[in-house]
Structure formats: structure tokens, C-alpha cells
């Protein structure tokens, strides 16, 4: 069993930035491909980005270049930087853990979610 907490999301104006935590209970983090998705109001939870166990990482078209994530097995915590954020990007933020990369885009890919963390951008 894992147990995820994200932090960090807020209010920020639009082009500025943002860094999420997620921290993971369990003596297994680095051996979880770690991912975040993000759901705006009347929309369906979508992939942000993932970084596998061996820190590769893949990210939507919509933030590439613009987001970053990373890792830091010591601390059982995984990082979403957001740069140049823009008023497309409010939504609540979730982490997720998953025993595979294997089709690492998809919500049915991960088996264990935290409880979201609010980004808004205002104009």
C-alpha cells in the first residue's frame, strides 16, 4: 500500500510559477513509475507528465518544454515544476504511483492516487 500527499499547489498570475511535491509512504518509492494528472471543472482528469524508476521522463504536448518533473528517492518525494503558467493550466493536480511504465499516459496504468492539489492562474 502507498500513500501519496501533493503540496504546493496555490494562486499564481498567468507566466508565473509553481512546484508540486508529491510524498510517498513505503520503502519501495524508487521502484514506482510516479505521474501527474490534472482536472479542470466539467473536464476529464488528463496526463501531465511521468518519470519512470529510472528517472526517464515523458510529458503531454500541452506542457512540454513548460513543466518538469523529478525525483528524489531519499526523500520519497516527486516534483512537478511549472513554468510559464497560463490560465489553461488551472486544475487540481493529482500524483499517482504505478508498478509499471507500461502504457504510463493512461489512468488505468497507475494503482495508487493522491487526494489533489489545487492550481489556479489568474490573468
Known amino acids: 500500500q502507498v500513500q501519496l500527499v501533493e503540496s504546493g499547489g496555490g494562486l499564481v498570475q498567468a507566466g508565473g510559477s509553481l512546484r508540486l511535491a508529491c510524498a510517498a509512504s513505503g520503502r519501495t518509492f524508487s521502484t514506482y513509475t510516479m505521474g501527474w494528472f490534472r482536472q479542470a471543472p466539467g473536464k476529464e482528469r488528463e496526463f501531465v507528465g511521468t518519470?519512470?524508476?529510472?528517472?526517464?521522463?515523458y510529458y503531454a504536448d500541452s506542457v512540454k518544454g513548460r513543466f518538469t518533473i523529478s525525483r528524489d528517492n531519499a526523500k520519497n518525494t516527486v516534483y512537478l515544476q511549472m513554468n510559464s503558467l497560463n490560465i489553461d493550466d488551472t486544475a487540481a493536480y493529482y500524483c499517482a504511483a504505478a508498478y509499471s511504465s507500461r502504457m504510463y499516459y493512461t489512468i488505468a496504468a497507475y494503482d495508487y492516487w493522491g487526494q489533489g492539489t489545487q492550481v489556479t492562474v489568474s490573468s
Open positions: 518519470i519512470t524508476s529510472g528517472s526517464t521522463t
